[in-house]
């Protein structure tokens, strides 16, 4: 079946400092890659997607970037701030069934000040 | 809009009771999903209703769960009899399949069986 792979588990780093978090997806039909952010007790939220059609997306501090022939994309932040600290998500989804969206396993990023 | 509304936020319940739960989606979204999330296993996705019709419910771990869509503003999710183990925050979400097709997550029911 569907399956995302997200890497790492748990992630540190200064203040300041990028953060990069990678996925890889089995299903070839995946054609919209969303990214969501989790806080404490709160249901996930989207922060930026990109579709099959395109190799990178940027929004301020935070980029995407999609390799379909190797069924990888990658979430990049860069200039983090403690406010970045949370539970970060990626996920693949084809038009194929009705839309169905499989996550990741999700990375606890920790920004230290 | 109010977003995604999920009744309740806690529910506290004992071994063998039936578990309602309950989901108001976002106006004019035509998907549905259901999620559970726990620390061992993530967020699964347990099953999904595209214009109040079942799409995939392979997700569903068990026949004791099941869930429904009468109607385009309104969904539950059923556990009976419930165990420990069905523990977990379950999530629905809604999303149009055309557009940005970003899903948008209710706050979550964090379910506690004992």
């Not at chain 1, 203040?15 to 806080?39: H, L, R």
């Not at chain 1, 190797?70 to 970060?88: C, G, M, N, R, W």
């Not at chain 2, 071994?15 to 106006?27: A, D, F, H, W």
């Amino acid at each position: 079946g569907e399956n995302v792979e997200q890497h790492p588990s748990t992630l540190s780093v200064q203040e300041g400092d990028s953060a990069v978090i990678k996925c890889t997806y089995s299903d070839s039909a995946s054609n919209y890659f969303p990214w969501y952010k989790q806080e404490l007790g709160k249901g996930p939220q989207l922060i930026i997607d990109i579709r099959s059609n395109v190799g990178e997306k940027k929004d301020q501090r935070i980029a995407v970037t999609l390799n379909k022939t190797a069924k990888h994309f990658s979430l990049h932040i860069t200039e983090t701030q403690p406010e970045d600290s949370a539970v970060y998500f990626c996920a693949a989804s084809s038009n194929t069934g009705g839309f169905k969206t499989i996550f990741g396993a999700g990375t606890r990023l920790f920004v230290k000040a | 809009d109010a977003g995604v509304i999920q009744s309740p936020r806690h529910e506290v319940t004992e071994m063998g009771q039936e578990v309602t739960l309950r989901c108001k989606p976002i106006s004019g979204h035509n998907s549905l999903f259901w999620y559970r999330q726990t620390m061992m296993r993530g967020l699964e996705l347990l099953i999904y209703f595209n214009n109040n019709v079942p799409i995939d419910d392979s997700g569903m771990p068990e026949d004791r769960f099941s869930a429904k869509m009468p109607n385009a503003s309104f969904s539950t999710l059923k556990i009976q009899p419930s165990e420990p183990r069905d523990s977990a925050v379950y999530f629905c979400a809604s999303s149009l399949p055309e557009g940005s097709r970003e899903a948008f997550f209710g706050q979550g029911t964090r379910l506690t069986v004992v």
